[in-house]
C-alpha cells in the first residue's frame, strides 16, 4: 500500500506570504504528481501537476518543486491571498491495472489579512 | 451544466437505516469512484468502477454496495447504516489526457448517523 506523507497538517500565513506544503512517497515508478485543492464545502480539484521529468512546474502564483531522488514534492503558493483558504492534498498515481490516486493527509491553509 | 453531481447533497439518518447516494457524471468518462472524507478531512477511495465494471474495491464493510447501471452513473447504496458511517462522500470521475489523470469531483454528500 502506497505511502503518502504530507505536511503540515495546517498552516496560516498573512497575506502576501509563500505558504509551503510538503509531500512524500515510497514507491517511484509514477508519471506525474497532482496536487488538488478543496474549498469548505466543495469537492477536490486538480490545481497544478507535474511530471518526473522536470524538477519544477509553475502556474501563475503557484509551483510544484519536484526531487525526484528524495522521493519528495512540494506545493509553493506565492502572494498568498485569503482566497487561497482551503484544504490542499497531493497525491501518488499507482501504476497498477486499475487507476487509483492515493492523497497525502491534507493541508488546511489559512491566509490572514 | 455541473460535470459531477450527487444527489442527495445532506442526508440524516438513523442507525440501522439502510440509504442510497446517487451520482451521475456528463463528461463521458469511463471511470468513476466512490471516496470517503471523514472529520479530519482524510480522502480514502473507496470504490472505482470502469465502464459499469468494478476494478477497484478497497477494504470497505461489504455494508457498502456500488452499483453502475451505466457508465454515466455510479451509485452507492449502504445498509444497517452506523455512526461510523458519518463523512462526507464524493464521487469522482477521471480521464486520462497526455499521460496525465485528472479526477473531476462531485460537490459531495454530507451523511450523518444519529
Known amino acids: 500500500q502506497q505511502q503518502v506523507k504530507q505536511s503540515p497538517q495546517s498552516l496560516i500565513v498573512q497575506k502576501g506570504g509563500i505558504s509551503i506544503i510538503n509531500c512524500a512517497y515510497e514507491?517511484?515508478?509514477?508519471?506525474?504528481f497532482p496536487w488538488y485543492q478543496q474549498f469548505p464545502g466543495k469537492g477536490p480539484a486538480l490545481l497544478i501537476a507535474i511530471r518526473p521529468d522536470v524538477s519544477e512546474k509553475k502556474e501563475g502564483r503557484f509551483t510544484i518543486s519536484f526531487n525526484k531522488s528524495a522521493k519528495q514534492f512540494s506545493l509553493h503558493i506565492m502572494d498568498s491571498q485569503p482566497g487561497d483558504s482551503a484544504t490542499y492534498f497531493c497525491a501518488v498515481p499507482n501504476t497498477g491495472t486499475a487507476s487509483k490516486l492515493t492523497f497525502g493527509t491534507g493541508t488546511r491553509l489559512q491566509v490572514t489579512l | 451544466d455541473t460535470a459531477v453531481s450527487q444527489t442527495p447533497k445532506y442526508l440524516v439518518t438513523q442507525m440501522g437505516n439502510d440509504k442510497s447516494i446517487k451520482c451521475e457524471q456528463n463528461l463521458g468518462h469511463d471511470t468513476m469512484y466512490w471516496y470517503k472524507q471523514d472529520s479530519k478531512k482524510f480522502l480514502k477511495i473507496m470504490f472505482s468502477?470502469?465502464?459499469?465494471?468494478?476494478?477497484i474495491n478497497e477494504t470497505v464493510p461489504n455494508r457498502f454496495s456500488p452499483k453502475s447501471p451505466d457508465k454515466a452513473h455510479l451509485n452507492l447504496h449502504i445498509n444497517s447504516l452506523e455512526l461510523g458511517d458519518s463523512a462526507v462522500y464524493f464521487c469522482?470521475?477521471?480521464?486520462?489526457?497526455?499521460?496525465?489523470?485528472?479526477?473531476?469531483f462531485g460537490p459531495g454528500t454530507r451523511l450523518l448517523v444519529l
Open positions: 514507491n517511484t515508478a509514477f508519471d506525474y
Open positions: 468502477y470502469n465502464n459499469k465494471e468494478l476494478i
Open positions: 469522482a470521475s477521471t480521464v486520462l489526457a497526455g499521460g496525465q489523470e485528472t479526477q473531476y
